[in-house]
């Protein structure tokens, strides 16, 4: 029997049958009691009902002629039964009249093979229909007498119907007229229900209906019906013929159900599985559920691309992916997530069904509660970051090989200039001693020395600004401390001391609401010392220095800012501005410098984070303002 439509997600079918008017029941392929609806359950004295479930048929059919409820004789139900299941079709079971008590009641059995839905056993619905009235139309106990039905049916909540047996409407109750209008239901005959149908539906409707009346099997069909207010609603149209002894139709009994919100709901539903589905196959990434110990229930056409195995085949997780050397481990890590029912990440490495190469993948899984705090399903995504990880090892490797090569480089200007300033040491040596003993007779002897001990100086300056830049780029195991300003400030001027002295330099500062920076000792060393340095070697002709050192806190963030402003030669920021801070910069080529200090000065502070300001106007002076 082909496989039908399975049931919309969410809609509560237990509820529907337990809910149907008629008596029905569940059976399973050998005839045994599944479920009973409250229809049946009404039909049965006390408590037999609840105890049914899950016994043999035969109990069932006992328990009903205790009850009253006449039934087809026992024997015709098993090849009745195996009928059914084989064929598909609607198997009818009538009982035969017979002579019996006042109140008994006469029931046709149907039986239906369930649909076969994906992953549900086989089985088969049970209806009863009351026959009473047409076997023993004179019996003044039935409740189907044409004037007890028709106040019956004019109480029932849902559309109710009859039809003669060639299926002409001959009755509907006041629900239905309610719906299709008491002008439409009164004009023209109750056969004009016809037009009510959408003229889409009314081929196939009116198909199934001749069909159905013609061969004397239940009607069952979905239809858009016009409502008096004009507008369409979804129904659901069953029927049922009741028959005489012989198995004739006597008339047709039948519902409408109104499922147009269900309907709706419906293809909303398949609406959004569209694009959930339409999502999750665009996704780059492998994409799964799983129940909570790790039991696959999904996964998306990029999984079965990549492992080569389908849902089926993979539903005990990714472990037959692994490399055999990490299955172990990893499969108890996994099992360790599971249970845990938090999210989680792992990284691993998945076989490539294509090319049989691992390739590395970050797993992610989040799981679902729903609104009880009940756990649900994990939903998850594998990644494909192999790429990601070589190239990171790549840069790893190479990250080695540059601080091979930076400390190589380190060890070798260390060598460099110990190396450099050994016979430099000499000469200053040997030339100390030469101009203290040696006579010159020559007038520009003196000039000479003056040159030579300017190039000594360059010399020992070039080198340790070599030292210093190659120190500053290293990283600084020091931590920063307390550093008392106006102390480093005086022992810094104490160095410059025939400078100042030479030039009647005055040097005022300012650090009372500053008075400590925490920050590495050596550095604000150098910091400072470049600056104060620069501003008595770029001192204006003709006038003395003014140097003013101040350091307040940040209005904003409270952190040291520090300030030193002369009065000297200035920069011409406008055409020197962006080599402000270049290594080798020279800005006054009368005036000896290596063209480090600025540079130095900047990276310094750079590298705490901070920030370098300078303000210059050309012969009025500098202002170097340090964000610490």
Same mark, same amino acid.
């Given at each position: ?5 399975? #049931? ?15 008596? @029905? ?7 045994? *009691? ?12 006390? #408590?037999?009902?609840?105890? +049914? ?35 598909? /079709? ?45 076997? @023993? ?5 039935? +409740? ?68 159905? *009346? ?16 004009? !507008? ?52 780059? @990434? ?50 360790? @997530? ?44 594998? !990644? ?33 200039? =110990?190396?450099? /300033? ?20 020559? #007038? ?22 070599? !030292? ?68 008595? /070697? ?6 003395? #220095? ?17 300030? *030193? ?7 011409? +920021? ?13 800005? =006054? ?33 500098? !202002? ?5």
């Amino acid at each position: 029997m082909p496989s039908a439509p399975a #049931p919309a997600p969410g809609f509560d079918f237990q509820l529907v049958f337990a809910a149907l008017p008629a008596p @029905h029941a569940l059976l399973g392929p050998s005839g045994q *009691v599944q479920v009973l609806n409250d229809a049946l359950l009404a039909l049965l004295p006390g #408590p037999v009902g609840t105890r +049914l479930p899950g016994q043999p048929l035969a109990e069932l059919l006992r328990a009903c002629a205790a009850a009253d409820a006449l039934l087809a004789p026992a024997a015709e139900w098993g090849p009745t039964l195996a009928r059914a299941l084989a064929t598909g /079709k609607a198997e009818v079971l009538t009982p035969a009249p017979q002579r019996t008590a006042p109140g008994a009641r006469y029931w046709q059995a149907t039986l239906r093979a369930l649909p076969a839905y994906r992953r549900s056993p086989p089985g088969l619905l049970l209806s009863l229909l009351d026959v009473t009235d047409a076997l @023993h139309p004179a019996d003044p106990h039935s +409740l189907l007498s044409r004037a007890r039905l028709r106040i019956f049916a004019g109480h029932l909540p849902q559309q109710v119907w009859t039809a003669t047996a060639d299926g002409q409407l001959e009755f509907v109750n006041e629900r239905t007229a309610e719906f299709l209008g008491e002008d439409a239901a009164s004009r023209g005959g109750l056969n004009d229900w016809r037009r009510a149908v959408h003229p889409n539906d009314q081929a196939a409707v009116l198909a199934r209906w001749e069909q159905a *009346v013609a061969q004397g099997s239940p009607f069952e069909v979905e239809m858009r019906l016009l409502r008096h207010d004009g !507008t369409y609603r979804w129904m659901l149209a069953q029927a049922e013929p009741a028959r005489d002894a012989h198995g004739h139709v006597l008339r047709w009994y039948g519902t409408n159900t109104d499922i147009h919100q269900l309907r709706t709901l419906t293809r909303q539903l398949v609406s959004r599985e569209q694009e959930f589905r339409f999502l999750v196959e665009s996704l780059p @990434h492998l994409v799964w559920a799983a129940t909570a110990d790790g039991r696959f229930t999904f996964v998306n056409r990029h999984w079965v691309d990549y492992t080569g195995l389908p849902l089926d085949q993979t539903q005990n997780g990714w472990a037959q992916l692994l490399p055999p050397e990490d299955r172990t481990t990893t499969v108890q890590e996994m099992a360790t @997530h599971w249970a845990s029912g938090r999210a989680f990440e792992l990284h691993t490495r998945l076989r490539d069904a294509r090319t049989g190469q691992y390739r590395w993948f970050v797993h992610r899984g989040q799981p679902l509660y729903d609104a009880r705090g009940q756990f649900v399903r994990w939903y998850g995504t594998s !990644t494909d970051v192999d790429d990601a990880v070589r190239t990171q090892g790549l840069l790893e490797a190479q990250n080695q090989r540059l601080t091979r090569a930076n400390q190589d480089f380190d060890n070798f200007v260390y060598a460099a200039s =110990h190396d450099l /300033k050994q016979p430099i040491n000499n000469m200053a040596g040997i030339f100390e001693e030469l101009t203290r003993t040696a006579y010159f007779r020559d #007038p520009e002897a003196g000039q000479l020395v003056t040159y030579f001990e300017r190039a000594l100086a360059q010399i020992y300056s070039t080198i340790d600004d070599l !030292t210093a830049v190659v120190q500053l780029q290293r990283p600084q195991p020091a931590l920063p401390e307390p550093v008392d300003l106006a102390q480093m400030v005086r022992a810094i001027v104490h160095s410059v001391q025939n400078q100042v002295l030479h030039l009647r330099a005055e040097i005022s500062l300012d650090v009372e609401r500053c008075p400590t920076v925490p920050y590495v000792r050596a550095h604000l060393q150098s910091l400072l010392f470049n600056l104060l340095s620069n501003a008595l /070697k770029y001192a204006a002709p003709g006038r003395p #220095p003014r140097i003013a050192v101040g350091a307040v806190p940040d209005a904003e963030t409270g952190r040291p800012v520090l300030t *030193v402003r002369d009065n000297g030669l200035g920069i011409d +920021l406008d055409r020197f501005g962006p080599q402000l801070f270049q290594q080798f910069a020279r800005f =006054h080529a009368h005036v000896d410098g290596t063209g480090m200090g600025l540079y130095l000065v900047n990276r310094i502070v750079e590298s705490h984070g901070g920030r370098l300001e300078v303000a210059s106007v050309v012969d009025a002076g500098t !202002t170097f303002t340090l964000y610490l």
